[in-house]
C-alpha cells in the first residue's frame, strides 16, 4: 500500500514537471502578484512585504520612503549585471516618457541618442568606476524621440555599513524653474541627500530584522 502511494507520488512529481511556457506563466503571475502588492504598499503607506522582490525591486519600506522625494531621479544597483535601474520616481517616468516597467531592470543608456556627447558618457563611467559623484550636462532623448538638455548628477549611495548599495542619478531638465527658486545644484544635492537618509535608515531596519 505504501509503495503505492510512493510510486503515485513518483509518478505524479515526474508530471509535474513544468513547461518552458508554464514557467513564463508563473512568472508573469509572480510579477502581477509583486506589482500588486508593491502598488498597495505606496497607496496605503503600510508595509507589504520586507524582503527584496529581486533585481527590478527595493525593499517595500525604501519604497515608499523614495516615493515621498518628488524630483526626478533613478536608483541603479551597481552589484547587478550592466547596472541596471532597479527604482525610478514618477517625476522621471513623466520627464521621459517611458513607463515604469519600460525602464526597470534596463541601464540608462536608453537615454541617449545619436547626439549625445561621447565624452559626457566618458565623463559618467569615470565617476562610476571611481565611485564619485558627478555632474555633467548630457543631451536625453524621451520615449518620443524628442531631445531635452539634462543636467544630471550621479551619486554613491551608501548603506548603514558604508558600502555602496546604489547610486542614484538625478536629473533635471534645463530650463525648468523650481517653485521653491532653488538652483539646479541644490535641488540635486537635496534630492540626494534625502535618497541617502532613505537608504541608510532602510538598510539599518533591516539589518536589525535579520536573526
Ligand atoms: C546612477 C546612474 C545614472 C546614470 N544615468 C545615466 C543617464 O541618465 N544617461 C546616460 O547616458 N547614462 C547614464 N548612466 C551611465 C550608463 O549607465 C552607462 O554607463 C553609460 O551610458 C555608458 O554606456 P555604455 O556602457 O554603453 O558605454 C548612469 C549611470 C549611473 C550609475
Redesign the pocket.
Given at each position: 500500500m505504501c509503495n503505492f502511494f510512493l510510486i503515485t507520488a513518483l509518478e505524479i512529481e515526474e508530471k509535474c514537471e513544468a513547461s518552458d511556457t508554464e514557467k513564463q506563466l508563473a512568472a508573469t503571475a509572480i510579477r502581477n502578484v509583486l506589482s500588486v502588492l508593491t502598488h498597495y504598499s505606496e497607496s496605503t503607506g503600510r508595509l507589504v512585504c520586507e524582503k527584496r522582490f529581486g533585481p527590478s525591486f527595493v525593499s517595500s519600506s525604501l519604497h515608499i520612503s523614495l516615493g515621498r522625494i518628488k524630483q526626478s531621479f533613478?536608483l541603479?544597483d551597481?552589484h547587478l549585471p550592466d547596472?541596471p535601474i532597479v527604482y525610478a520616481s514618477d517625476a522621471f517616468l513623466r520627464m521621459t516618457g517611458y513607463a515604469r516597467n519600460e525602464v526597470l531592470g534596463q541601464?540608462?543608456?536608453f537615454?541617449?541618442g545619436v547626439d549625445?556627447d561621447p565624452s559626457a558618457?566618458h565623463q559618467?563611467?569615470q565617476s562610476?568606476q571611481a565611485q564619485q559623484a558627478c555632474s555633467v550636462r548630457?543631451l536625453?532623448y524621451r520615449k518620443d524621440k524628442s531631445s531635452f538638455w539634462?543636467l544630471?548628477h550621479?551619486s554613491p549611495v551608501r548603506n548603514a555599513t558604508g558600502k555602496i548599495a546604489y547610486?542614484?542619478?538625478v536629473?533635471i531638465e534645463e530650463g525648468s524653474v523650481d517653485r521653491h527658486g532653488l538652483s539646479p545644484e541644490m535641488r540635486q544635492l537635496s534630492v540626494v541627500g534625502s535618497i541617502k537618509v532613505a537608504v541608510r535608515i532602510s538598510s539599518m531596519s533591516s539589518s536589525s530584522k535579520s536573526p
Open positions: 533613478v541603479v551597481p547596472i541601464n540608462c543608456r537615454l541617449t549625445t558618457l559618467i563611467k562610476i548630457i536625453h539634462n544630471l550621479i547610486f542614484v542619478g536629473q
